[in-house]
């Protein structure tokens, strides 16, 4: 499984972005797909997960104001990120865990994209 993360960018604190992460193989919907980011000089977090067609889980930091979503008929998982915070600042990188998971909220994957830059202002 190959996984292409983009969307990315620098914005504005209170500005919305849309991560997308399009996979590759033909058992995507069975994957349990995750976002985690990585703010400079700080261990990699957990952000979102999402499985079945549309079982989810947050992080308390993000809960409320990102949502992840996905299209399986597109390969396709977004993370919809609005109210952006200075600390929200981070590499975001999709995930992908075949079943049996590793656990609903667990930052063990199988695959993981190459990472998309997130930059938000004051």
């Known amino acids: 499984v190959q996984l292409q993360a983009s969307g990315g960018g620098l914005v504005q604190a209170g500005d919305s972005l849309r991560l997308s992460c399009a996979a590759s193989?033909?058992?995507?919907?069975?994957?349990?797909m995750g976002w985690v980011r990585q703010a400079r000089g700080k261990e990699r977090e957990f952000v979102a997960a999402?499985?079945?067609?549309?079982?989810?889980y947050y992080s308390d930091s993000v809960k409320g104001r990102f949502t992840i979503s996905r299209d399986n008929a597109k390969n396709t998982v977004y993370l919809q990120m609005n109210s952006l915070k200075p600390e929200d600042s981070a590499i975001y990188y999709c995930?992908?865990?075949?079943?049996?998971?590793?656990?609903?909220?667990?930052?063990?994957?199988?695959?993981w994209g190459q990472g998309t830059l997130v930059t938000v202002s004051s």
């Open positions: 193989g033909r058992t995507f919907s069975s994957y349990r």
């Open positions: 999402i499985w079945n067609l549309a079982s989810t």
């Open positions: 995930a992908a865990d075949p079943p049996p998971y590793a656990g609903l909220w667990s930052m063990i994957y199988d695959y």
